[in-house]
């Protein structure tokens, strides 16, 4: 099934676009931390607009004059709060590992919520 993105979800991605280019090297740092902290091989951000209660927020919006705040989680913590399905968990991995060279990035906004990958 294809997944259309209407006109909102794609001044979303612009606007998130424009962040990640301005951010990369604080999520890369944030990323590094999870992964040799040894908190897990599959760290996640989180880009939201408002304050979340599921994930540690590392870059608040109205410091760094972004569009989203960023919180970082793991595969395994979203998986404990049911945001990933168990069943989901091994084609979760593989689609972490094919993207490598990217961001795992989980948009949380009220127009759309998906998991999207960035190049770093």
Known sequence: MEQTINTKEQELLHSLDSDISG???ELNETIK??????YSKYPILLAHEQNLPIAQKVIDKTDY????????????EL???K????????AFKEQFIAHTDSFCIL???PESMRFIFRLK
């Open 33 to 38: 931390a999870i992964i040799e902290g040894g």
């Open 107 to 109: 948009l949380v906004h």
């Open 83 to 90: 945001i990933i399905s168990d069943d989901k968990k091994e």
């Open 23 to 25: 951010l990369k090297k």
């Open 65 to 76: 004059h972004t569009h989203f705040n960023f919180s970082a989680s793991t595969m395994e």
């Open 79 to 81: 998986i404990a709060r």
